[in-house]
């Protein structure tokens, strides 16, 4: 089992700055990609960016040139610097993590609350 807290949230400015960690417990040698995803009031959740154990990423679009996600394997943990934030960033934010040991599984954080404020 792969355990996942999230750190990070808040609530700030259009235009400002949030930095959002993850810090992975249990059997982090299993773990392959670690992520963020993030889910609006009243809309489905989706990616926002994922990074591989190689360093490898992939964004979203609409986070393109604001945010930057990164890991380190040493201490299993990956963050998401966010920058210029928009009033529709405001969502909540969950670290996801796929492990594979035999078969591939995939495990969340509970979450945390970014709110931008126009």
């Known amino acids: 089992q792969v355990q996942l807290v999230e750190s990070g949230g808040g609530l700030v400015q259009a235009g400002g700055s949030l930095r959002l960690s993850c810090a992975a417990s249990?059997?982090?040698?299993?773990?392959?990609?670690m992520g963020w995803y993030r889910q609006a009031p009243g809309k489905q959740r989706e990616l926002v960016a994922v990074?591989?154990?190689?360093?490898?990423?992939n964004y979203a679009d609409f986070v393109k040139g604001r945010f930057t996600i990164s890991r380190d394997n040493a201490k299993n943990t990956v963050t998401l610097q966010m920058n210029s934030l928009k009033p529709e960033d405001t969502a909540i934010y969950y670290c996801?993590?796929?492990?594979?040991?035999?078969?591939?599984?995939?495990?969340w954080g509970q979450g945390t609350q970014v709110t931008v404020s126009s």
């Open positions: 996801n993590a796929v492990a594979v040991l035999i078969i591939r599984t995939t495990h």
């Open positions: 249990g059997s982090i040698f299993s773990i392959d990609t």
């Open positions: 990074i591989t154990r190689g360093g490898s990423t």
